[in-house]
């Protein structure tokens, strides 16, 4: 499975991006996909994840009520729509893949996109 994460950019303070992960090799929905976050220097945080059928969905605290994962499983995409962005949440952004929403552990990962909110 690959999968490269785009939509990343420069962006106010306030405003809004929606990343894309494009998986490829094997179609998207038996896997759950997850966003993650990382500051150089700091470490990797995870942001969102949404299971196959997209029934399950987590966030992380620090973006409930301002991103939003989906996906598209006819297209083998999934989305991260950021909105209210705010400065913290400059980093590179990647997307991965793992086999079962119980098995916290992602066999694949894609290169990342960088975000960054000016403030």
């Known amino acids: 499975v690959q999968l490269q994460a785009s939509g990343g950019g420069l962006v106010p303070a306030g405003g809004f991006l929606r990343l894309s992960c494009a998986v490829s090799g094997r179609p998207a929905s038996p896997y759950v996909i997850g966003w993650f976050r990382q500051v150089p220097g700091k470490e990797r945080e995870s942001v969102a994840a949404i299971s196959g059928t997209a029934r399950l969905i987590e966030y992380a605290d620090s973006v409930k009520g301002r991103f939003t994962i989906s996906r598209d499983n006819a297209n083998n995409m999934v989305y991260l729509q950021m909105n209210t962005l705010k400065p913290e949440d400059t980093a590179i952004y990647y997307c991965?893949?793992?086999?079962?929403?119980?098995?916290?552990?992602?066999?694949?990962w894609g290169q990342g996109t960088l975000v960054t909110v000016s403030s």
């Open positions: 991965a893949a793992r086999s079962n929403w119980y098995r916290k552990r992602y066999d694949y």
